[in-house]
C-alpha cells in the first residue's frame, strides 16, 4: 500500500501532519477522522507523486523516509527555496560552531601568542568543514531538481525538439548518488509525448504500450498518459475519451476528478455542467494545492454561464492561491498565465476592453505555443464586439 501525507486539525484547532499506509485517500482520511481529527485533506501519495507527472522538489531532492512528514509537507508546499531552508537550519548550527571553535581552541594552546602548527591547521580544516558542508549541500539541492524543471518548462511551452533531448540527457544521467531518477513510466510518457506533438503518433503510442499491462503501473495512469499524447496534438476530443477512461478506473481518486473537470471546463466545446458536478463531490476532500484548480473550474463554469463578474473574481482568486499554495515552477508559471489570459475574456464581456488586451497581451504567447487559436479567437472577438470605435 502507498504512504500518503496528510493535514488535518486536531480539537484545538492545531495542524496536525501525518504519514501512513491506505489502500487509497478516501481510507487514509477515514484512518484520521476515526481518531478524531477533522478537516483531514491528502497532501499527496509519494507512489502517485511520483508517476503522475507533478513538479515536486521534495521527491526529486530528499529521499522519501530520510524527512519527518512535517519537513516534507514543507518543502512540498515552499519548493527548493524551502528544501534550502531546511538544510540550513539543520547545517547552520555546527557549521557556525566550527569557525568560532577552531580559532577559540588555537588561541587556547597558545594563550597571549598565535603559533600555528599543523595541528592548529588541522583544526582550521575541521573547523570550515560543516561551513562546506552546508554550501554544498544548498547547491545540491537547488540543482537536484533542475533538469526535471527543464523538462516540464520545455512541455508546457510545446518545445518537443527540447523535450526529446533532455529526456535523452535524463536517461544518461540518472546514475550514481547524485542523478536524478525518474519513474520509467514518466521517462516513456514524455518520450510519447513529444513524438505526438512532432506529428509521429504511431510510434508515440509504441513508447507507452510496454506500460498497458504493467502490474506496476496503475491503469488510470496508463490512460493519464495516453491523454496525454492526444493534448499534444489538441485533439480535445480523445484526450477527454482517455481522461474518463482513467477516471472510471480509480473514481475516488480526488485530484484526477479535478483534473478531469478542468479539462472539461476549459476545452473548445466545453462541458461546464459536468465539469462542475465532479468539483462538487470532491470539493470537501480536496488537498490545500488542489485549491486553485476548483476556483479554476469555478471561474470557467461561470463564464461559460454568463456570470462573467463572477468567473473575473473566480479566475484572479485561482491565481493568487497558486501564489500562495504551490512553489514557482515552469507548470505553476503557465497555469497562472493561463488564468490571466482566460479572464481576459471575461473583461471583453464585461466592456473593460483595455485590461482585457492587457492580459491577453502576456498570455498569447502561450496560448499560440501550445495552439491555443480558438481561445485567442475568442478573446479577441469578445473584445471587438466591445469596443467602443465599433459599437459607433
Known amino acids: 500500500m502507498p504512504p500518503y501525507l496528510l493535514t488535518a486539525r486536531d480539537s484545538r484547532g492545531r495542524e496536525v501532519v501525518r504519514e501512513l499506509d491506505a489502500a487509497s485517500g478516501d481510507d487514509a482520511v477515514a484512518q484520521l477522522v476515526r481518531e478524531g481529527l477533522r478537516d483531514v485533506h491528502v497532501e499527496s501519495s509519494e507512489l502517485d507523486a511520483a508517476i503522475r507527472s507533478t513538479f515536486d522538489p521534495a521527491e526529486l531532492a530528499f529521499q522519501r523516509r530520510s524527512l519527518s512528514a512535517e519537513t516534507r509537507l514543507r518543502i512540498r508546499r515552499g519548493g527548493p527555496d524551502a528544501a534550502v531552508a531546511v538544510v540550513r537550519s539543520a547545517l547552520l548550527p555546527p557549521a557556525l560552531m566550527g569557525v568560532i571553535a577552531a580559532p577559540v581552541m588555537i588561541y587556547l594552546r597558545h594563550p597571549g601568542a598565535w603559533r600555528l602548527d599543523l595541528f592548529d591547521g588541522l583544526l582550521i580544516v575541521l573547523g570550515l568543514v560543516p561551513l562546506g558542508l552546508l554550501v554544498q549541500a544548498s547547491h545540491r539541492v537547488r540543482t537536484a531538481a533542475a533538469p526535471y524543471e527543464r523538462l516540464i518548462g520545455a512541455v508546457v511551452w510545446h518545445r518537443w525538439g527540447d523535450v526529446l533531448a533532455i529526456v535523452d540527457d535524463l536517461e544518461r544521467t540518472a546514475v550514481g548518488p547524485r542523478g536524478v531518477r525518474l519513474p520509467a513510466i514518466e521517462i516513456a510518457g514524455r518520450r510519447a509525448q513529444a513524438l505526438a506533438g512532432l506529428g509521429r503518433m504511431e510510434e508515440a503510442e509504441e513508447a507507452l504500450r510496454p506500460f498497458q499491462d504493467d502490474p506496476n503501473v496503475p491503469e488510470w495512469m496508463y490512460w493519464h498518459k495516453m491523454s496525454l499524447l492526444h493534448a499534444a496534438t489538441n485533439d480535445d476530443e480523445r484526450v477527454l475519451e482517455c481522461m474518463e477512461r482513467a477516471h472510471a478506473v480509480d473514481p475516488r481518486n480526488v485530484e ?132 467602443p470605435v465599433n459599437q459607433r
Open 256 to 387: 484526477y476528478a479535478i483534473g478531469l473537470a478542468q479539462t472539461l471546463a476549459a476545452a473548445e466545446h466545453a462541458d461546464p455542467a459536468r465539469a462542475r458536478s465532479l468539483v462538487d463531490d470532491v470539493r470537501s476532500r480536496a488537498p490545500l494545492r488542489a485549491r486553485h484548480a476548483i476556483s479554476m473550474v469555478d471561474g470557467l463554469v461561470a463564464l461559460a454561464g454568463g456570470r462573467h463578474q463572477d468567473a473575473l473574481a473566480d479566475l484572479d482568486r485561482a491565481r493568487a492561491e497558486i501564489a500562495s499554495d504551490m512553489a514557482s515552477n515552469p507548470l505553476t508559471e503557465a497555469v497562472s498565465l493561463e488564468l490571466y489570459g482566460r479572464s481576459a475574456l471575461a473583461l471583453a464581456r464585461l466592456g473593460r476592453c483595455e485590461e482585457a488586451l492587457q492580459r491577453l497581451a502576456a498570455a498569447r504567447p502561450l496560448f499560440e505555443a501550445q495552439g491555443q487559436t480558438w481561445l485567442l479567437d475568442q478573446i479577441e472577438s469578445a473584445t471587438r464586439r466591445r469596443d
